[in-house]
């Protein structure tokens, strides 16, 4: 803690006169700074095995067709950019897991089958994103961030086509658990084979406080539609 202020760190106070140093710069004639970006794709190797169980349950009920997935892969010393910009990266293994339940479901004769997809992702050092999680926790009016030890996520899909398969509607829900959650509605318009209109929305929100993937997107709600021609 600083004495000046209690409630203060010294990394705090250094890198808050780092940043008014060179911000303040300009203003008495020396600048304006400039800086650049330089981005390193460093080589990875990643290890990965993947299987598939298909049940065999009772005709027509919801267990009949289900099909597990289970996905693992383990990258050895990856590298991150460090959540201070240093140009020292972070360098550590990383586990990624996905567990997955799909199938086609009918639940009304007068409509098509339903496609619906669960799955649960885990990370050991990244979020989804590939941010390294030592960054996360920290507010966005300063602080030093406390970090993460793990990623986790859940997500559902589900697709419903009408009958004689011209609209077709979506939604897709992908929920951080620690606390962001997006949202993507939308609906596929195909009247004809050579024309299709699909229109989505995605829609994101966070618990704030910048420890879960939407707390940088939250902000960045859209609407958008594509038009296609086949020919």
Do not use: C
């Not at 990394?11 to 970006?37: H, I, M, N, Q, T």
């Not at 201070?84 to 550590?92: A, G, N, V």
């Not at 859940?154 to 939604?171: E, S």
């Amino acid at each position: 803690m600083n004495a000046a202020n209690p409630g203060t760190t010294t990394a705090e106070l250094l890198a808050k006169g780092e940043l008014d140093l060179f911000f303040s710069l300009p203003a008495v004639g020396f600048g304006p700074l400039r800086g650049y970006l330089h981005r390193d794709y460093d080589e990875e190797v990643i290890v990965g095995a993947s299987a598939k169980y298909v049940f065999q349950g009772a005709p027509d009920s919801f267990t009949d067709q289900l099909i597990l997935g289970v996905e693992a892969t383990f990258t050895q010393d990856r590298k991150f950019t460090a959540p201070s910009l240093s140009q020292t990266k972070i360098e550590e293994d990383e586990f990624s897991s996905v567990v997955s339940l799909e199938k086609y479901h009918k639940f009304s004769a007068a409509f098509p089958a339903t496609y619906i997809v669960g799955q649960w992702m885990h990370k050991s050092e990244s979020d989804m994103f590939g941010r390294h999680l030592s960054g996360n926790g920290s507010s966005f009016a300063g602080g030093i961030p406390t970090g993460d030890d793990q990623f986790n996520a859940i997500a559902l899909a589900v697709q419903q086509p009408f009958p004689n398969l011209i609209y077709r509607a979506d939604l897709s829900i992908l929920y951080d658990l620690e606390g962001g959650v997006f949202v993507q509605p939308g609906v596929k318009w195909r009247p004809r084979d050579n024309f299709q209109l699909d229109l989505y929305a995605n829609i994101m929100d966070s618990d704030g406080g910048n420890d879960d993937i939407m707390g940088t997107l939250e902000t960045q709600d859209e609407i958008f539609a594509r038009l296609s021609f086949y020919f």
